[in-house]
């Protein structure tokens, strides 16, 4: 199986900080990274897929680079409604699997 | 507007057979264009991925469940379950269902998930 690491496990940050999460893959998935934003008690919801590419209707604030084994997801200015777990997630081997999740805070 | 619900009992014993169904409004599973699946997530902790299929056939399941889980559809009520054997303590979670964009590329809606404890 592709283990995706992500760090940090979590973070506080202030309204309007940038905030950025790395995701990293054991093995070189080009660019079939996903990311998902879940708030507490709620289902996952898409943000990005193929790396960079924003779900429709998710805030331009969001944004993802990154290719291989390397991925970033930026946050560019923290808004009080971005307090979530955010996880990425691999598409280019079965099974699909998901990194641990980071936990983003307001300070 | 495509709409995902999961059902199932909130408590199973160990040892028997877990099912869900997740039922689906506003588009057809019998279509081929999407992939529909399962992921679950344990108290506190992350997500995983449990299997997904499409209507042409192709089914897909996680190495980790051990062949203990089977999903299956029922076109009449627009609904796919999942019945997973011989459950522990380790299958307790909130069990979701998704539909998937691509060959299970990602999960573009889901259910509001279902708690199950084992």
């Known amino acids: 199986d592709i283990q995706m690491t992500q760090s940090p496990s979590s973070l506080s940050a202030s309204v309007g900080d940038r905030v950025t999460i790395t995701c990293q893959a054991s093995q070189d998935i080009t660019n079939y990274l996903n990311w998902y934003q879940q708030k507490p008690g709620k289902a996952p919801k898409l943000l990005m897929y193929d790396a960079s590419t924003l779900e429709t209707g998710v805030p331009s604030r969001f944004s993802g680079s990154g290719s291989g084994t390397d991925f970033t997801f930026t946050i560019s200015s923290l808004q009080p409604e971005d307090i979530a777990t955010y996880y990425c997630q691999q598409y280019d081997k079965l099974p699909r699997t998901f990194g641990q999740g980071t936990k983003v805070e307001i300070k | 507007q495509v709409q995902l619900q999961e059902s199932g009992p909130g408590l199973v014993k160990p040892s028997e057979t877990l099912s869900l169904t997740c039922t689906v409004s506003g588009v057809s599973i019998s279509s081929n264009s999407y992939y529909w699946g399962w992921i679950r997530q344990p108290p506190g902790k992350g997500l995983e991925w449990i299997a997904s299929?499409?209507?042409?056939?192709?089914?897909y399941y996680n190495p980790s469940l051990k062949s203990r889980g089977t999903i299956t559809v029922d076109t009449s009520k627009n609904q796919f379950s999942l019945r997973l054997r011989s459950v522990t303590a380790a299958d307790t979670a909130v069990y979701y269902c998704?539909?998937?964009?691509?060959?299970?590329?990602?999960?573009?809606?889901w259910g509001q998930g279902t708690t199950v404890t084992v």
């Open positions: 299929f499409n209507y042409s056939g192709s089914t």
């Open positions: 998704a539909r998937h964009f691509g060959r299970v590329n990602g999960m573009d809606v």
